[in-house]
């Protein structure tokens, strides 16, 4: 579409409003109520304003300061990086995001916005300090959310909401990111190509204009749009004093349904598993149980879909950036899943005796697992899954760490996770420091 059609006659009005009053204000919402065509209340003026009986002084003060002409400035900015901007009356303003307590007078937009109200979506949250187990399963979680045509909603921040993202893209799906700043300012640069990759087939947006750098209370007012544009809200790593907390706290507020990934007791799930404790979330191991949660709700899936893992990129996966670790440089594609490189000769002299010791490794294992391959009888006795009985088997008495498991099954972090609990359950395995495991 062209500027023109990006950009409604009325957008202008509502911009300045929200730079007169600034951003998260009840007051949008209430003009929007008392006005059929924002131009009336403008043009009325400040007698027009009094008569509301809504306003401040000091906000009635901050509306007859403020000139047409900054809205005007900041149109012109959008005409040039070709944004849209979708005001709080146009048809495109999502009714799920209108119908909260503070609105967003105005979203800007760098590619096409889907319609919400008719597609079913679910955000993505945690830290920016994830672990190898939480990028993991916010990547193939949003992977498998997308392949099943919903829209992944999530922050555009390091660790788990950069998984979020680029799971989405890998599956081709729709993922949207909510900015806490100006979409075209320079916020983590090791994510602006994750960004243009979203704007091909979902959206950046932000309720800031263009080029407003990110302040701190920014990010916690963009949270309440995160959650209100989906329908639930998944909890992946949070510490005790995560923003994600924040995320879910609001999205319990708007009657959203909320979920928490069941981790172990690391600093980066105390707040997500207090979540669960206090009954303020459902505990999720895999995809499908969000999913279910909303079954025959919205027919957009279907449940005996099988969907293939093994196509996820995981050299993308693995250069997910993580505050507090070396930053892997990452171009994003749209289609990274479909994109195949040949390894430089570097790289292929690393990797040959990488693999030699890990056949090395897993003859060993075989050795020592003689023993143990007697009992799979005696364990799905016990009431085991088969996928449990596989990981059993995969653990001797020298302790092995559950990436390790992960790599040498090829099976998703969340089934092995949820394995190990239960023949941890069973007391066939001890859990020791640093996410290790030996048979007890």
Not at 322 to 343: D, H, I, Q, R
Not at 348 to 366: G, L, R
Request: hydrophobic share 35%; charged share 25%.
């Amino acid at each position: 579409m062209g500027n023109d059609e990006m950009i409604s006659e009325n957008a202008r009005y509502w911009i300045w409003i929200s730079k007169a009053l600034g951003y998260n204000n009840i007051k949008v919402k209430r003009i929007c109520e008392l006005y059929n065509n924002i131009s009336e209340f403008v043009d009325g003026g400040e007698k027009e304003w009094k008569h509301c009986g809504i306003f401040t002084p000091n906000e009635m003060k901050k509306l007859a300061n403020t000139k047409l002409a900054v809205a005007d400035e900041i149109i012109k900015r959008c005409n040039e990086l070709n944004y849209s901007i979708i005001s709080i009356d146009d048809e495109q303003y999502p009714d799920r995001l209108k119908n909260i307590d503070t609105p967003p007078a105005v979203l800007y937009v760098n590619g096409c916005l889907p319609d919400f109200d008719e597609r079913l979506s679910i955000a993505i949250v945690g830290t920016r300090r994830a672990t190898r187990y939480g990028t993991d399963n916010s990547y193939k979680f949003a992977y498998a959310l997308a392949k099943y045509s919903v829209v992944v909603v999530s922050g555009g921040a390091l660790g788990v909401d950069c998984a979020s993202h680029r799971g989405a893209l890998s599956a081709n799906g729709i993922t949207v990111c909510v900015l806490g700043c100006g979409i075209n300012y320079k916020y983590l640069s090791e994510n602006e190509g994750m960004r243009n990759a979203i704007a091909q087939s979902g959206a950046v947006i932000s309720e800031y204009a263009p080029d407003e750098p990110p302040l701190r209370y920014n990010f916690p007012a963009r949270n309440r749009i995160i959650s209100a544009l989906s329908d639930g809200l998944v909890v992946m790593e949070a510490g005790e004093k995560s923003g994600s907390l924040i995320t879910a706290r609001t999205a319990i507020d708007q009657g959203k349904e909320v979920f928490a990934l069941l981790g172990n007791n690391s600093p980066q799930n105390e707040g997500s598993n207090s979540l669960i404790k206090n009954g303020l979330a459902h505990p999720v191991t895999d995809f499908m149980d969000v999913l279910n949660e909303f079954n025959n709700n919205r027919g957009l899936y279907v449940e005996d879909e099988k969907l293939d893992f093994d196509s996820i990129s995981f050299s993308d996966l693995e250069a997910v950036p993580v505050k507090g670790k070396k930053l892997v440089a990452n171009k994003v594609k749209p289609n990274v899943n479909k994109v195949t490189s040949k390894p430089d000769k570097a790289k292929t002299v690393k990797t040959k005796p990488a693999q030699k010791q890990e056949n090395k490794s897993a003859q060993k294992y075989e050795e020592q697992a003689q023993p143990v391959q007697k009992n799979i009888l005696d364990l799905k006795a016990s009431g085991l899954s088969d996928v449990a009985v596989k990981v059993y088997g995969a653990i001797s008495n020298e302790p092995v760490h559950i990436d390790n498991l992960v790599t040498k099954l090829g099976l998703p972090v969340f089934k092995v996770l949820t394995a190990l609990t239960q023949l941890e359950m069973k007391g066939y395995v001890t859990a020791i420091q640093g996410r290790r495991y030996v048979l007890k």
